[in-house]
């Protein structure tokens, strides 16, 4: 990112690597067992990202998302990552089912730094 944040995409215990989808105007997608870790310059204090939600599947995981740091949310598509207060935090997709509303299909994110 510009400001010198990192984000690393790891395949984790997930049997396939996370994506990105340009299609229905561009998703990441998180398979069960990936995470993405930011990497920030200065301590990050919360994380919000929205989840891709067609034909009536929400793409959250089933809400089993969680954080090095933090404290995770859920509301309908938007996760909440609060508290964080470190310059690097992972996220995983800790869904140990299979099938597509397993899958973390995040279509924007918002880094709120610390001050």
Do not use: H
């Amino acid at each position: 990112m510009a400001d010198g944040t990192k984000i690393i995409a790891d395949k984790g215990t997930g049997s396939n690597v996370p994506k990105y989808y340009s299609a229905s105007n561009g998703t990441i997608r998180m398979y069960p067992g990936n995470s993405l870790t930011f990497e920030a310059t200065k301590k990050i204090e919360s994380i919000v990202f929205t989840c891709d939600s067609s034909n009536g599947t929400n793409y959250t995981a089933e809400g089993k998302v969680t954080v090095t740091f933090g404290t995770v949310a859920l509301n309908d598509l938007v996760f909440t990552i609060s508290g964080i207060n470190n310059t690097k935090v992972t996220i995983t997709n800790s869904n140990t089912a299979t099938g597509s509303k397993t899958q973390l299909r995040i279509k924007s994110f918002k880094i709120v730094y610390a001050k």
